[in-house]
């Protein structure tokens, strides 16, 4: 079945760095990807998504590519902010049968310090 | 636009009783979804409506879980008997309809701890 597999948190950064979450995918079609953010307090919120091979989904900053090749859908910012502590979740959405559920990661902690 | 309402937020029960939640999903939008989170994983499918009609309920534990979404719009979610490892979560999400390209948007969730 299918499967997402995230890097582990929590992932401590100073403001001003770089950020890569790692993620992964198990799939058997040909799925689409998204990142989806927590902030502490709310909901789930889509911060990007990707619906083919070599498609770069970008929002806020952050950006990812689809890569096929590599099963891979890493998350990256050039420059964090205190504001950008949250959680975040690789997942994908592989339309088969009529459902189009999302298959989540566990999720990767991150904490922004000054 | 008023997002995905869920009710109540929180929820204490005792094992073997009842509960339900309930969700008032984005006016128009013609899929329906319950989500199961536990702590420290990934949300996971139970449910998934289509208008009113069941498009996957795979992994909805049918002995115990329940739900039903009249009309087409508003759904519930009720677990009978609830057991420890309910605790969990519960999202609702909905979307314009079923294709991926339409973006899923979530509730705040309503929280259950079993004891």
């Known amino acids: 079945g299918d499967s997402v597999t995230q890097m582990e948190g929590p992932v401590t950064l100073s403001e001003e760095a770089f950020l890569t979450i790692n993620c992964t995918y198990t799939?058997?079609?040909?799925?689409?990807l998204f990142w989806y953010v927590q902030y502490p307090g709310e909901g789930l919120q889509l911060l990007l998504k990707?619906?083919?091979?070599?498609d770069k989904g970008s929002n806020k900053g952050f950006e990812a590519t689809y890569r096929k090749e590599t099963t891979s859908f890493h998350l990256e910012k050039g420059s964090v902010q205190v504001s950008d502590s949250a959680v975040y979740f690789c997942a994908l959405s592989d339309y088969t049968g009529g459902g189009n559920k999302l298959t989540f990661g566990t999720g990767t902690q991150l904490k922004v310090e000054l | 636009e008023a997002g995905v309402a869920q009710s109540p937020r929180y929820k204490i029960i005792e094992k073997r009783q009842s509960v339900a939640f309930w969700c008032n999903p984005i006016s128009g939008h013609a899929t329906l979804y319950w989500y199961q989170q536990i702590l420290g994983q990934g949300p996971k499918l139970l449910i998934q409506?289509?208008?009113?009609?069941?498009?996957?309920d795979s992994q909805l534990p049918k002995d115990r879980f329940s739900a039903e979404r009249l009309k087409g719009v508003d759904s519930t979610l009720k677990i009978q008997p609830a057991k420890l490892e309910d605790s969990a979560v519960y999202l609702c999400?909905?979307?314009?309809?079923?294709?991926?390209?339409?973006?899923?948007?979530f509730g705040p969730g309503t929280r259950l701890t079993v004891t």
């Open positions: 409506f289509q208008n009113n009609g069941v498009v996957d």
């Open positions: 990707a619906t083919k091979a070599d």
């Open positions: 799939a058997t079609g040909y799925p689409s």
């Open positions: 999400a909905s979307s314009l309809d079923s294709d991926s390209s339409y973006e899923q948007y």
